[in-house]
């Protein structure tokens, strides 16, 4: 158990969003006829990088209110960026 602890606080941030895109990537390949599917799996995809990046500037004591907002305003400009072009 020990073990497994120190795994996941050695676990960096970055490698977590780099092996999970091609997750994401495959899953809007795979559902490419349904739009409202696909716009789903992108919300969670724009979460995770959300919640990557404000961890990884917890981490690293960075984290102050104007970082905040502006991952916000960037994870909503690419939903309705991508929702405009998916439906």
């Known amino acids: 158990m020990k073990d497994l602890t120190l795994l996941i606080q050695r676990l960096d941030l970055i490698w977590m969003f780099v092996f999970s895109t091609p997750f994401f990537l495959i899953a809007l390949f795979w559902f490419r006829f349904a739009s409202g599917i696909q716009f789903i799996i992108f919300f969670f ?15 690293q004591k960075t984290l102050i209110l104007e970082i905040v907002i502006e991952y916000i305003l960037i994870a909503v400009l690419a939903l309705i960026v991508v929702q405009s072009l998916i439906l």
Do not use: K, M, V
Not at 45 to 59: D, E, K, M, S, V
């Open 45 to 59: 995809a724009t979460c995770f990088y959300l919640g990557i990046a404000l961890t990884h500037h917890f981490r």
